[in-house]
């Protein structure tokens, strides 16, 4: 049985979906984000992390392993005792990343295992793998929750690492599928939160009938600690998070779409 290279299994989470969920992270992503929040998620190998802790003004230098394979019966083994609080608060299981349609036939056999068992299944994709992966799974998952970051091709491919054409293809083959689908929009100050940017991503998302809601995700500085432990650069040091009032119109522009838009899902 194919084996799946997962760095994360969290429980009680309310931000993945409906209701409470588990969400299950599996490392390997096409894409280097600039703004990503979980570095450790990108490489499709397990990764050694320098873990520094201080206690009484000394420091204690650890490594912590991220990422270990587990069979789809391992995973759902952790996600089937939390079958009573999906039923209770109309919640299920989540597979984000990275990026999980990068493990196809892991996540096909743990989404038929849920499946099987009655249980809700959301994917988090950033929308870059295969045609072919995204008609796999399509039968056994619920809802796609589903990024779109740049609609410039050269930006995206300057900020991603990869061009989006391939993710406009898959966004409509859901559509195609009438598949329900979450857009998550990274908002990010002043690379994804232009006002050209986000009335190109609306005007895509006008007529999809797929589209059950806009979630605006803004920037925040959490991952810099990840960053440091990992030696990586962290490329947007110097900014700021978003104001109330600077989401709040940003999230005004969304005003004219028939689609209900929220800020941090
Ligand atoms: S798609 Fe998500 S996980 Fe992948 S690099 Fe971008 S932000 Fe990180």
Redo the contacts with the bound molecule.
């Keep these: 049985m194919e084996k799946g290279l997962i760095f994360d299994i969290r429980h009680f989470s309310i931000h993945d979906g409906p209701g409470i969920r588990t969400t299950v992270f599996l490392k390997g992503?096409?894409?280097?984000?600039v703004?990503?929040?979980?570095?450790e998620?990108?490489k499709h190998e397990p990764e050694k992390v320098q873990r520094t802790t201080k206690l009484d003004g000394k420091e204690y230098n650890s490594s912590e392993t991220i990422g270990s394979y587990m069979t789809a019966e391992e995973v759902f083994d952790q996600v089937k005792t939390h079958i009573p609080i999906f039923d209770e608060s109309g919640g299920g299981v989540t597979f984000s990343?990275?990026?999980p349609l990068m493990q196809p036939k892991f996540l096909l056999n743990t989404l038929k295992l849920c499946r099987a068992n009655d249980i809700h299944t959301a994917v988090d994709t950033?929308g870059?793998a295969l045609h072919e992966v995204f008609n796999l799974i399509l039968p056994y998952t619920n809802l796609f929750l589903f990024?779109l970051?740049l609609i410039s091709p050269q930006k995206h491919e300057s900020y991603?690492g990869q061009p989006n054409h391939v993710i406009f293809k898959n966004l409509f083959l859901l559509e195609l599928n009438n598949a329900p689908t979450i857009i998550r929009i990274?908002l990010i100050p002043g690379i994804t939160d232009d006002q050209t940017n986000l009335e190109a991503i609306k005007s895509i998302l006008k007529p999809l009938r797929c589209v059950k809601r806009v979630d605006l995700l803004p920037y925040h500085h959490m991952a810099k600690d990840k960053y440091r432990r990992m030696n990586l650069p962290y490329e947007l040091e110097n900014l700021k998070p978003y104001t109330a009032n600077q989401l709040g119109e940003i999230k005004s522009l969304f005003n004219d779409i028939d689609i209900p838009v929220t800020i941090g899902g």
């Design positions: 992503c096409p894409l280097r984000c703004w990503c929040h979980n570095p998620s990108q990343g990275g990026e950033c870059f990024d970051k991603t990274p």
